[in-house]
Nanobody, 121 residues
Framework: QVQLVESGGGLVQPGGSLRLSCLASGRIASINAMGWYRQAPGKQREFVAIITSGGSTTYADSVKGRFTISRDNAKNTVYLQMNSLKPEDTAVYYC???????????????WGQGTQVTVSS
């Protein structure tokens, strides 16, 4: 059973920083892409950033230059460093990972339960 567990959310003032972490655990043969989405109240879930197994990254325009995604393959963990936070970054942040549980299984996208990030003075 694969589990993704996020941590690092919280309340921060505008202009501040937070670092989110997401650990993948369980039966894992290999991990392809890992990344983050977010969902603000009353809005649809939106793409934030993604990183491939080779380290290539893609960001939403709204976070480019402020957020940095990285991963530690040895720890099955993906990170999201968020700087210069704005009130509009307030949302529940969800990590995802495309994982193959055994070498015989196809890759499947798994989701974490989310961590709240609130940017407010």
């Amino acid at each position: 059973q694969v589990q993704l567990v996020e941590s690092g959310g919280g309340l921060v003032q505008p202009g501040g920083s937070l670092r989110l972490s997401c650990l993948a655990s369980g039966r894992i043969a290999s991990i392809n892409a890992m990344g983050w989405y977010r969902q603000a109240p009353g809005k649809q879930r939106e793409f934030v950033a993604i990183i491939t197994s080779g380290g290539s990254t893609t960001y939403a325009d709204s976070v480019k230059g402020r957020f940095t995604i990285s991963r530690d393959n040895a720890k099955n963990t993906v990170y999201l460093q968020m700087n210069s936070l704005k009130p509009e970054d307030t949302a529940v942040y969800y990590c995802h990972a495309v994982i193959r549980e055994t070498l015989m299984n196809p890759f499947i996208r798994f989701w974490g339960q989310g961590t709240q990030v609130t940017v407010s003075s």
